[in-house]
């Protein structure tokens, strides 16, 4: 059974950082993307940043850029999310999910983990 399981979300003041991760288990990931995406309430799910397990290269929202760091960890199968610079309007249910090509669009998306909640207080 296919599981990805985040965990790392919570409560910070404007400008904060957390450390997202995503573990994954019951089947080879070695072929997918890994991506993470967001939804705020009443609003669409949107894309954040993905990672190639094999290759390691990386894709990125323009409103993240330079401030969210996507990486993985092979060994532990684990991918993380780290954000820093933390505004109000980053906050939202984190969802870790595995897929394909293009790594940016969330319907060639085919696993998705429960979603963790990140908050930035203003």
């Known amino acids: 059974q296919v599981q990805l399981v985040e965990s790392g979300g919570g409560l910070v003041q404007a400008g904060g950082s957390l450390r997202l991760s995503c573990t994954a288990s019951?089947?080879?990931?070695?072929?997918?993307?890994m991506g993470w995406f967001r939804q705020a309430p009443g609003k669409e799910r949107e894309f954040v940043a993905a990672?190639?397990?094999?290759?390691?290269?990386?894709y990125y929202a323009d409103s993240v850029k330079g401030r969210f760091t996507i990486s993985r960890d092979n060994a532990k199968n684990t991918v993380y999310l780290q954000t820093n610079s933390l505004k109000p309007e980053d906050t939202a249910v984190y969802y870790c999910?595995?897929?394909?090509?293009?790594?940016?669009?969330?319907?060639?998306?085919?696993?998705w983990g429960q979603g963790t909640q990140v908050t930035a207080l203003s």
């Open positions: 999910a595995a897929g394909f090509d293009p790594a940016t669009i969330r319907s060639v998306y085919v696993y």
């Open positions: 990672i190639s397990w094999s290759s390691g290269n990386t």
């Open positions: 019951g089947r080879t990931f070695s072929n997918y993307r």
